[in-house]
């Protein structure tokens, strides 16, 4: 033995190979199987943590035997994202192709900062996403860009949107000069993060006002343009609209074309949130949510919750990339760079490395095509349609809200003797209703509350879902 050999990591791929074999076995036995599984984690707070030494070992161990560990340890305090009857928030479903993107990206570890720091990452970027683009029917001329959610998405957009206010923030700041107070609206129905964005924007809580949704849970478009001529009025500085298809609670989907008409007149930065129900457009059927898109001037979607690819994959198209530039381009010495022709994606938001994630999203779109997803995604929103028939036709049982997408909101009703709705025993019955369909195992599903009501939360958006899946809800809803 060569006693002055300096330390490497692995002396060759020995190891590796046997181990990585091994786990390729075990992850197409685990998807194969995954509906054996119960779907949620069964495991107690702190009993996974607890499976551990306090410290990590100081002498390395195999690979193999720590495989084995992970089904013993860690698999417990699992919850199947991946089953078939996981109904619950929104299904993120991966699929075997987005697998194999991930460990093809593992292996390469690459980060796209600039593009000469792997020209494939910016170039295979590009080009899927705009065979997305036009997969989804969306209008030319969008720029593109990947990152990890939809919540780091929107934040990008409200921030170029802050910055083609003309305040000029990117130079001068908030603080320590005379502002408006300025705002960005979106329904009641939006999804947290739009605040949250406007929150790190430092719009503060009374920078976001929250317009009424109307009966089916749609932004009240006058409400939106009563809402914005008083702001005027009192001298608020309107920033954007934030308008959803396919809410988070009900998959309800704001009237893109009627918003825009608002946004339009008063110069308003109009902002799209499609994370969940914009990735279905890939089939022609759901096209019509994007009426009037073409006024966007930024779009989310995410393929990692509805296109089958893995976590995480969230997708920002904006017509203004000069603004996401003007906002955060910054290019210290370090990272200066010759080309002129080429798009650094550092240029166009918060963080500077980027892995490659256009790696799995090339994968599935190409190895399933753009039918085949499409077919699989109309079907959840059959069989989702299916169950809403099943609910409707039960007594006892009433829709929440319109059936929407591959989303069922729904609950027990439980009646007093006058005939009234009794509010507090229905939602004891429907807490006891989710405890047991995900206690028993075989399904999970979520709440949320509609105009303070407790209700059930079914969204179907996994590959391999099918009526079978579907059907063990309706065992429940008798
Ligand atoms: C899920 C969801 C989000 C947040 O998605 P992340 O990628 O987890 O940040 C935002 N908006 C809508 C409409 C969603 O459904």
Known sequence: MDTNADPVLDDDSGEFRTAAHRAVDWMADYLDNVGKYPVLSRSKPGEI?????????????????????????????VTHWNHPAFFAYFAITGSRAGVVGEMLSAALNLNGMLWKTSPAVTELEMTVLEWLRKAMGLPDGLFGIINDTASINSYLALAAAREATGFNIRELGMTGRELPQMRVYCSDQSHSSIEKAALALGFGARGVRKILADEAFRMDVSALNHAIEEDIAAGVRPVAVSCTVGTTSTASVDPVAEIAAITRRHGIWLHVDGAYAGPATIHPRFRWIWNGIEHADSIVVNPHKWLFTPVDCSV?????????????????????????EVINYMDYGLQLGRRFRALKLWLVLSHYGTARLGDVIASHVDLAEGLARHITATSGYELAAPQSFSVVVFRKVVKRA????????????????MIAINESGRAFVSQTRLRGKYVLRVAIGNGATTHEHVDRLKEFIR
């Open 49 to 77: 943590a607890a499976a551990f030494a306090d410290d990590a070992p100081r002498e390395g161990r195999a690979l193999e035997e720590l495989l084995v560990e992970f089904e013993e340890k860690i698999l417990p305090g």
């Open 418 to 433: 006058d005939g009234d709705v009794d509010e507090d025993a229905s939602e004891r019955a429907n807490e006891a209703l």
């Open 316 to 340: 920002l198209y904006t017509k203004r990339p000069d603004m996401l530039k003007e906002t955060f381009s910054l290019v210290p010495d370090y990272l200066k760079t010759s080309e002129s």
